[in-house]
């Protein structure tokens, strides 16, 4: 195959807290390659930097068109956290600079929870609950987005890994204390993961990563749950009560909605999983729960498949989905 | 007065984090003139910095004696927060530099907690809660010290400042995702405060004062109380019930102990202080609540008083109260 007849790649991004993910597609041939990086990209006084993203970006494309061949790129889709509320310098800078260092002619930026509800349903009207260290849902009806909490570890993100480890360290400190809604089982566990309970706030609030300390305990309260302890059985049963609180927010309220589960956390298996079940089915009943075709970045390649072939249908508004103005500039000059 | 007569002074401080406060006493006098800074001892590697401390109170005490004229103390008691977990330093280099520079015989470090019981309660059994950004319960029957929470604002400090204003800042993004459990009185109350909430996370987690920024939220919550929401009547409910069942386990199980409030936080008044009358009540009813007599710089004077009469006989463990012991040495030698 010549470079001239090479079929027009695709590029698909995936930015979050544990860093970048690229992968190189073809429309009729789906992910040819992909590389990762784990360094976030930086937040700094303007938001997400496109410095930064660049500067990882561009030696990672560059390898993947060297190992597949693929000189051209039709379409770029980068999901990126934070991008509704942090993304004013990337909407403003990255479209020109993936025009300029790759050629693309058309580039989409999308919220990691957009990507994440492509990734798992596709193009098709429900509910998406994504839940890692922080937890977010988001819904569409294809007429607009929905999102509901997703707010970090201190205002919201109820139900995700950071809030069941947290509600399970708390609930061990309380039997340190005797106060009540302690449990010695969760207290033993805390004790055995991180060492004498007094000690524990010298190593939590010191570090970046709080959240994620606090989300490194939800395993143990699963554990806890799974041994039959009353205590974490109740924190993964309040987890599961609020994951289906903020699908049924953001869920359509008639038509054959379907729902979807996304993230790391729902690994924890069947203490979590057993009651969300039986929460989506009674807040909503008319929606039918499914599993997650894929994860955030296949989200993004579908979006690329469909932005490289005029077919992308999904609402754009500008912050959950932003399509950048087309540009007719090539590199090579021959467009 | 001659130098040589004058009265043998007292030496408080109480360090925490807002600042640090000095007072010079006298056995017979009380407190004669204080002194305080708003720059809070630091915590480095070795915990709280003793040489930061040491820094800060020695322009202090010079012109607190040149003030008073006191050239002498006889006794020096330093209430500080963090002492028990991050006071390793402190109970190592303090009072040998205390004595040092200002000649103390007898010098006590004490937890906040304790000089803010002393400072409610005096040496008589009973229980307090302190709170303000966060919240401690500590009890005493005067044969060993209780604590129960005082975790910070991630782990517990249950009731607290932080805790009510994150509970209001949680209600409120709730009402604007349509998720159960809002308030659109609080999210009003939000919005005028914070701006729109869509960027409170990007206002709120850059910051190193946190706690602080959710704790200033704490008097939005007791308004809307106050105009009748039911979320933040639930709210502040919950802190009341939290704050007593702290304060019950700690508190001595027999005889006629005595229950204080101290601490910024009650400056909410009613809507905070009816719940937590009645949950008090229900849950400690052998005890009686009263007053509390002064804060923790208070707290401290009287201690000081004691350990300079001998008279100090509150349980030292090391830990939450640990006295130094004495040194003869004197800086001009005469003694």
């Known amino acids: 195959m010549t470079d001239r007849g090479a079929p027009a790649g695709l590029l698909a991004v995936d930015s979050g807290g544990s860093g970048l993910r690229a992968a190189l597609a073809a429309v009729d041939r789906g992910v040819l390659a992909q590389r990762a990086s ?76 957009v990507t994440a509800y492509v990734g798992a349903l ?77 000690t524990l706030p010298g190593r939590l609030y010191p570090r970046a990563d709080r959240a994620a300390v606090l989300a490194s305990f939800a395993p143990g309260v699963a554990d806890c749950a799974h041994l039959g302890d009353p205590v974490a059985l109740d924190i993964l049963g309040a987890a599961a009560r609020q994951m289906a609180e903020s699908a049924a927010a953001v869920c359509p309220v008639s038509g054959e909605p379907r729902i979807a589960l996304t993230g790391g956390l729902f690994r924890m298996g069947d203490p979590l999983l057993l009651p969300l079940e039986i929460e989506l089915a009674q807040k909503l009943p008319h929606a039918q ?30 912050t959950m989905l932003y399509l950048a103005p087309k540009k007719g500039i090539s590199p090579t000059g021959d467009e």
Chains 1, 2 share one sequence.
């Open 122 to 198: 596709g193009p098709s009207p429900g509910a998406v609950i994504a839940a890692g260290t922080g937890l977010i849902a988001i819904g569409t009806d294809l007429t607009r987005w929905r999102r509901a909490d997703g707010w970090g570890h201190l205002l919201g993100d109820c139900g995700g890994g950071a809030w069941i480890g947290r509600a399970g360290l708390e609930a061990a400190l309380r039997a340190h204390d005797g106060r009540p809604g302690g449990s010695a089982r969760l207290r033993d566990r805390a004790e055995a993961e991180f060492g004498p309970l007094p």
């Open 38 to 113: 784990t360094v976030p990209v930086r937040t700094g006084p303007r938001g997400i930097d496109p410095g930064h993203l660049m500067e990882q970006l561009v030696p990672m494309v560059r390898a993947l068109t060297a190992e597949t061949g693929v000189r051209e790129l039709g379409a770029a889709v980068v999901g990126a956290a934070g991008l509704s509320t942090l993304g004013d310098a990337l909407r403003a800078e990255l479209p020109d600079a993936l025009t300029r260092e790759f050629g693309v002619a058309k580039v989409a930026l999308a919220a990691d929870a």
């Open 289 to 318: 729960q499914v599993p997650a075709e894929g994860d955030p970045l296949h989200g993004s390649v579908r979006m690329a498949a469909d932005l490289a072939t005029d077919a992308l249908t999904l609402p754009s508004d500008g």
